[in-house]
C-alpha cells in the first residue's frame, strides 16, 4: 500500500486548510485510516483516524471539534478539514493506515499500530 499525501500550505491563525490522501496498492484492505502530526522537536503524535466504512471515528482532544476526517472508498482516499487552526496546529502532516481490524470501537491511535505511511504534507500557521 502507497500513501500519498497532499494538500498542506500556510494560513492565518482561524483559517482553514484541507488535506487529503490518496491509497493506490491494496488500499481496500485498509480497515483504520488516520492522520498523526510531528512539529519540531517534538514527538509524532495521533490527530485523527476513520474506520473503513466511516462510521467510526477518533479526535485528540486538541483538535476536537475543529478538525473533521472522513473517508472515500470510491477514491481510496481520506481527508481531513481543519477549521479554526491555531498557530499549534503547526507541523508536518502524516497519512497513515492499517489493515489490522481491532474488535468493538477500539480505534488505533498509537504510531506503532499503523503499517503504512505517506511523506508528510506541511502546515504552517501564523499568528
Known amino acids: 500500500v502507497q500513501l500519498q499525501a497532499s494538500g498542506g500550505g500556510l494560513v492565518q491563525a482561524g483559517g482553514s486548510l484541507r488535506v487529503s490522501c490518496v491509497a493506490s496498492?491494496?488500499?481496500?484492505?485498509?480497515?483504520?485510516m488516520a492522520w498523526f502530526r510531528q512539529a519540531p522537536g517534538k514527538e509524532r503524535e495521533f490527530v485523527a483516524a476513520?474506520?473503513?466504512?466511516?462510521?467510526?471515528?477518533a479526535y485528540a482532544d486538541s483538535v476536537k471539534g475543529r478538525f473533521t476526517i472522513s473517508r472515500d472508498n470510491t477514491k481510496n482516499a481520506v481527508s481531513m478539514q481543519m477549521d479554526s487552526l491555531k498557530p499549534e496546529d503547526t507541523a508536518e502532516y502524516y497519512c497513515?493506515?492499517?489493515?489490522?481490524?481491532?474488535?468493538?470501537?477500539?480505534?488505533?491511535?498509537?504510531?506503532?499500530?499503523?503499517?503504512?505511511w505517506g511523506q508528510g504534507t506541511q502546515v504552517t500557521v501564523s499568528s
Open positions: 497513515a493506515a492499517t489493515g489490522v481490524h481491532y474488535s468493538g470501537s477500539y480505534v488505533p491511535r498509537k504510531s506503532y499500530e499503523y503499517e503504512y
Open positions: 496498492g491494496r488500499a481496500s484492505t485498509m480497515y483504520y
Open positions: 476513520v474506520t473503513w466504512s466511516g462510521d467510526s471515528t
